[in-house]
């Protein structure tokens, strides 16, 4: 539902008449009643879809994401380490429960420079390549 619709008044009949204040309906002249008891109430659905970012983005170390923020009107870069709680992954994106605001820029590549700058520990074993197997000798042929 919509959110512009909660403290509304409403007509029963005629869902298109909306108005601030109680009163009767432009069309059919009934009492309006409010929206809340049509089943407009807005409880906890966000307003907006979900705020997401790319998989390529947070930093996860066990149970924590941390991503890195851009922080807005500095003459050079400056970024901010911030913890994030993340949703479900769907596709190339995390969605965001908490910890990001819509609009912040977050930094999607590049984040491990960041991150050893700043000391954050990550695990060098996550990012040394796998060992490849020696190709096995065969028999040798006579
Ligand atoms: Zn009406």
Redesign the pocket.
Known sequence: MDEAMAGKWI????PG?VKDEVGS??????DLVTTESLGYVKVDAPKEAPLVIPVSAPLITGARAVVYVQLPERETPTYEGREVVLGPRAGDYYIVKSGLDEGEVVVTSGNFKIDSALQIRARPSMMSPKAEKAPMRGHHNH
């Open positions: 007509c029963p009949m005629h008449v309906c432009d069309i059919c002249g009934m």
